[in-house]
């Protein structure tokens, strides 16, 4: 959470990930799987004192609408290269 959620595999044994979560952050996860040789990952962003500031709320709503706009454009011959266009 805070300054170092997009911080790629933050904390390791030198500097370890123990920064306690505070009022007013956002929990960044980053989560994947894999299943015979097919993977996929899915990230979200959630407060951790359940409410979104009103900056925090703004940004949520701009990358929703653009997640919105992918799904409603996706179809069979259209892009991946597209999509990141819209």
């Known amino acids: 959470s805070g300054p170092n959620a997009a911080v790629l595999h933050y904390g390791h044994a030198g500097a370890p990930n123990d920064r306690e979560m505070q009022d007013g952050d956002l929990v960044l996860n980053d989560m994947g799987a894999e299943y015979y040789c097919y993977a996929s990952d899915i990230t979200c962003s959630f407060p951790v004192n359940g409410k979104f500031s009103a900056e925090q709320?703004?940004?949520?709503?701009?990358?929703?609408?653009?997640?919105?706009?992918?799904?409603a454009s996706i179809r069979p011959g259209v892009s991946w290269v597209a999509m990141h266009e819209l």
């Open 57 to 71: 709320r703004a940004l949520y709503e701009t990358v929703l609408r653009a997640k919105n706009e992918v799904v």
